[in-house]
């Protein structure tokens, strides 16, 4: 799996790779405090763009941290993650690549990026108390939430599952893990688009597969990598 800060990469395998590059930094798990100290050798110099952990062992339940509410557990995780896992706080999100009939792909720009509309999954999004935080619909019910919220549709209908992309950000001076798990949507293009200003969000855009390319160079690297591993 892969984890993004900003354009760089945390990456957790489970055997080292045979060919690597200089700006590369890779380590064999052994313990926590290793851990830690590579991941702030790697935060600290700009000169490292990848951090590469290698793990073998496969855990199958997402760690249990200081999480509001989470969507299902992930499986392949490594021990490696269970421990990179508690050094940050971590913030479950959800949202949604959005088609319509004309083969579109709704996007929105926010702060000076082109982004898909998605937000935090809430307690409000969990119906299952004894799922609790492993409550399935809570993603579901917090994608379509926050699609509708941030580009002013109001009728979306999932169509199915994407993988789910991990970043990392500074939010009040500390770091964050957000999980967002992704769906594909539709909706009518004949529908209202009112971007949600006090998000930061000034447009909200249908594009056409072949205009994508423009999205590409003025986005997230999640995001990028999102749309090429679906689109292109």
């Known amino acids: 799996m892969k984890i993004f800060l900003n354009d760089r990469v945390i990456e957790f395998v489970s055997e080292s790779p045979l060919q690597h590059l200089p700006s590369d ?3 064999t798990y052994h313990s926590p405090g290793q851990l830690e100290e590579s991941w702030l050798d790697f935060e600290r110099y700009e000169k490292y763009r990848k951090f590469i952990i290698v793990s073998p062992a496969e855990i ?3 760690p249990h941290g200081n999480e509001e509410v989470a969507p299902r ?8 993650f269970n421990e990179f896992f508690k050094l940050f706080k971590y913030v479950p999100a959800a949202g949604g690549l959005v088609k319509n009939e004309k083969g579109e792909y709704l996007f929105i720009h926010r702060l ?35 699609v509708m919220e941030e580009t002013g549709l109001r009728s979306v209908t999932i169509t199915g599952a ?3 992309t991990w970043h990392i950000y500074t939010a009040k001076e500390k770091r964050v893990l957000k999980q967002t ?4 949507m539709e909706a009518d293009s004949s529908q209202l688009l009112k971007p949600q200003t006090s998000e930061g969000i000034f447009l909200a855009k249908w594009t056409a597969p072949g205009a994508i390319h423009c999205i590409l160079t003025h986005t997230y690297a999640s995001i990028r990598e999102l749309l ?3 689109i292109f």
Not at 73 to 80: E, K
Not at 121 to 135: E, L
């Open 73 to 80: 557990p992930v499986s392949g995780m490594t021990p490696a």
């Open 162 to 164: 994407l993988n789910p």
């Open 25 to 27: 930094l890779i380590i």
């Open 112 to 146: 000076g990026f082109w982004d898909l509309p998605k937000g935090k999954i809430d307690k409000k999004d969990v119906r299952d108390p004894a799922a609790g935080i492993h409550d399935q619909g809570a993603a579901r019910r917090a994608a379509v939430r926050e």
């Open 228 to 230: 090429l591993d679906l």
């Open 181 to 184: 798990t992704w769906y594909e």
């Open 60 to 62: 199958t339940e997402l």
